[in-house]
């Protein structure tokens, strides 16, 4: 049974860019978060969604977006990035409490 | 507003000793707590949880306990092996499906042979 899976693995981009995200969760598992993991620090919420609605938002300015779709994966979008958001990111599925992290992306920002 | 305190931020123990870390959260609706073990470059993987209707939990060498009270929770690890080295976070939720993890500072936990 496949754990949850994230694309791409590693990613650099440059000031002011964009990028979008991408996971796909554990099969029957129908809730995906999302997490900013700074080197050195706790991973972050970022967002929840759940059957394709957003179910918790976290700190995090508006550039940060997130959408679900009916197959439960999900995208998370960051605009006019700045380097203070290079960090990884990390996508759980969840069925019930228990959270499974993906691997996540590291994003490069320079 | 909402927050996990984790303490030590290091730990350095010989294999075979045993190992305690300790969190306290602020609150008092969370009702679910998970421990995840990060080694360096992976994910974090989950290693024990606990919900808030329980005061302990052990898995072979691993027991987290819960004290609601106090608004404390540890994690205990036996007999502990050089393969134990990792950072540990604890983490604390307030719902089911998959709700909000807020989580520690991580404890770098060092087993030295």
């Known amino acids: 049974d496949a754990g949850v899976t994230q694309s791409p693995t590693h990613l650099i981009k440059t000031r002011g860019q964009h990028v979008t995200l991408r996971c796909s969760p554990i099969?029957?598992?129908?809730?995906v978060s999302w997490y900013q993991q700074v080197l050195g620090q706790g991973p972050q919420f970022i967002f929840q969604y759940y059957e394709k609605e957003e179910r918790g938002r976290g700190n995090f300015p508006d550039r940060f977006s997130a959408r679900q779709f009916p197959n439960y994966s999900s995208e998370l979008n960051v605009n006019a990035l700045l380097l203070g958001d290079s960090a990884l990111y990390l996508c759980?599925?969840?069925?019930?409490?228990?959270?499974?992290f993906g691997p996540g992306t590291r994003l490069t920002v320079l | 507003g909402e927050n996990v305190e984790q303490h030590p931020s290091t730990l350095s123990v010989q294999e075979g000793d045993s190992a305690v870390i300790k969190c306290t959260y602020s609150?008092?609706?969370?009702?679910?707590f998970p421990w995840y073990k990060q080694e360096l470059g992976k994910r974090p993987q989950l290693i024990i949880d606990i919900r808030s209707n329980v005061g302990e939990k052990k898995d072979q060498r691993i027991a987290v306990t819960l004290n609601k009270t106090a608004k404390h929770f540890s994690l205990h690890i036996t007999e502990t092996q050089p393969e134990d080295s990792a950072v540990y976070f604890c983490a604390a939720s307030m719902g089911n499906q998959g709700g909000k993890l807020i989580f520690g500072q991580g404890t770098e936990l060092s087993v030295k042979p």
């Open positions: 099969s029957g598992h129908k809730s």
């Open positions: 609150d008092s609706a969370s009702n679910y």
């Open positions: 759980a599925s969840s069925f019930e409490y228990t959270q499974y």
